[in-house]
């Protein structure tokens, strides 16, 4: 089953409102696919709980993209050589008194049928529902603007008309064959912003730069803001450096620097 992912930012949950707005910018090619397909996984996992067909009809076509962005040749060998090499960092700290064994092994445990599941897949993600004739004429017509009306495919605008449960009870089955995938990147990516330490800064007069340690690299970085500053941050950054320049979207609907100072929680993850 293709189960709900939890998302990456922090709420305040008697309000349902954001505690704060978390970015992330990741410092390789890798790291942005893992982070696309993590945005992709959890919009599938809520647009296939609601019970509207319109969202149904989005769920499916968002089973499309990750299909899409799965196509790269090496993503699938990129994911197996991560979960390994997690696994080999995580049992290099065996016998350490400060580490708690029992969680380890659970971590472990996890990275291993990962690691099972995903390399019992054939092909590339999504390569088994290639060969239902149904779902790629759909795929083929997405990409059309309003390419899926009833009257170019009358079967397909049937199926929406099909009750919730067969709805989902079909978009559950054709998703599981992503499952794998999506287990391995959650995973990966709640290791990898694990491993950061989360710091309080300052960006004075709107501006906020820091030089990287030499010697290690970093994946991901995560920033953490206070909507109420009403901040937009634009990052970009490198292995040497990270640059963040502090926005405001004013009343033109355009970004203009802001001068003033703003704080915020910066988190280097490697």
């Avoid at 982070?35 to 019970?51: K, N, Q």
């Avoid at 016998?95 to 996890?110: S, T």
């Avoid at 206070?226 to 033109?252: K, Q, Y």
Wanted: hydrophobic residues 40%.
């Amino acid at each position: 089953m293709f189960r709900k992912l939890a998302p990456s930012s922090g709420y305040d949950s008697p309000t349902g409102k954001y505690s704060v707005i978390l970015y992330e910018y990741p410092f390789n090619e890798r790291i942005r696919t893992y982070l696309r397909l993590e945005h992709l996984f959890l919009s599938l996992s809520e647009l296939m709980a609601r019970t509207e067909p319109i969202d149904h009809h989005f769920a499916l076509t968002t089973i499309f993209e990750v299909m899409d962005v799965g196509a790269r040749a090496d993503l699938k060998s990129d994911v197996l050589k991560d979960l390994e090499k997690q696994k080999q960092i995580l049992n290099s700290y065996r016998g350490n008194p400060a580490i708690a064994e029992e969680m380890l092994d659970q971590v472990v445990g996890q990275l291993e049928r990962c690691y099972a599941t995903l390399s019992g897949l054939v092909g590339k993600a999504g390569q088994s529902l290639t060969e239902n004739d149904w779902l790629m004429s759909i795929r083929s017509r997405v990409g059309i603007p309003g390419g899926t009306c009833e009257f170019d495919l009358p079967a397909y605008f049937a199926w929406q008309h099909r009750s919730v449960v067969s709805r989902q009870s079909d978009l559950q089955h054709w998703a599981s064959t992503l499952a794998p995938l999506a287990e391995s990147i959650h995973l990966l990516l709640k290791l990898l912003r694990d491993s950061g330490a989360p710091q309080k800064v300052m960006a004075v007069g709107g501006q906020f730069q820091q030089n990287l340690p030499q010697g290690r690299t970093f994946q991901l970085l995560r920033l953490a803001l206070n909507p109420e500053f009403n901040l937009i941050p634009e990052i970009s950054g490198n292995r040497l450096m990270v640059s963040i320049r502090m926005m405001r979207h004013e009343n033109d609907d355009r970004l203009h620097a802001s001068n003033e100072d703003g704080a915020f929680e910066l988190t280097l993850c490697s």
